[in-house]
């Protein structure tokens, strides 16, 4: 676990990622994205489907669309990928995140509440919650459909604390890549990375107060504040 230098204090409540955070579903989008970039005779690379992570849909097909050139036919990759990923995820199903299941158990026992935050619209994250067996387990969602503007946007995180009926400063905030933890840190929440799959990238350590490997490593950080080992050059400016 690395961190800045700001101290866990006074935080009620916590607001959870889906894609890649509470839910695996960023195998699923590449293998989708591929796929159908290859049926259209496009290559896309795993770097760029890893930067793609976090955006929301509308971002991600400007974003092919731009790397693709202009001949390139987006609504029909848009077909192709859907169908492939609705075939993909009635295959193999959609995993919870190691740790998830425990550390909604954690708040559930202390009464805290908690949130999902998603880059998603509300119908396409019920499917993805409902294959993941998680449906049940949210009660609060605040979807993309719901706000004006997406991550990297603070506006899901503002709108999931106000649903909490809590200052952003006063909620914990868990992410898993650039786009959302710039979200949550320019909302004003406690802006947690949590992605051991990689180092963090410049833009995550500037917007993130702590970087922890996984989920479960969040129960100790709320109990007993941050003590780790390694701090970040500059802690993230959020106000």
Not at 182 to 194: I, M, P, R, W, Y
Not at 206 to 214: D, I, Y
């Amino acid at each position: 676990m690395t961190h800045s230098d700001s101290a866990i204090t006074g935080l009620r409540a916590a607001i959870l990622d889906m894609d890649g955070l509470a839910i695996d579903t960023e195998a699923t989008y590449v293998a989708a994205w591929r796929g159908a970039a290859n049926e259209l005779g496009i290559e896309l690379d795993e770097d760029f489907c890893q930067s793609l992570f976090g955006c929301h849909a509308e971002a991600v097909k400007q974003r092919i669309s731009d790397y693709a050139g202009p001949q390139f036919d987006i609504g029909r990759f848009e077909e192709i990928a859907t169908r492939i990923w609705h075939r993909h995820v009635e295959a193999h199903g959609i995993a919870p995140m190691p740790g998830l299941e425990n550390l909604l158990r954690f708040f559930r026992e202390r009464n805290l509440p908690y949130a999902l935050a998603t880059n998603s619209e509300a119908r396409f994250a019920g499917i993805c919650l409902e294959r993941s067996g998680m449906a049940n387990l949210f009660p609060l969602i605040v979807t993309r459909d719901q706000v004006a503007q997406g991550k990297p946007a603070p506006d899901l995180y503002l709108e999931a604390a106000r649903r909490l009926g809590l200052a952003p400063g006063q909620c914990l905030a868990l992410e898993d890549s650039e786009a959302g933890i710039e979200s949550a840190a320019l909302a004003g929440t406690f802006a947690v990375l949590v992605n051991g799959r990689r180092p963090a990238s410049s833009r995550e350590r500037r917007f993130a107060r702590l970087h922890l490997a996984s989920l479960n490593e969040v129960p100790a950080l709320w109990n007993q504040g941050t003590s780790a080992d390694k701090a970040y050059p500059k802690a993230a400016t959020l106000i």
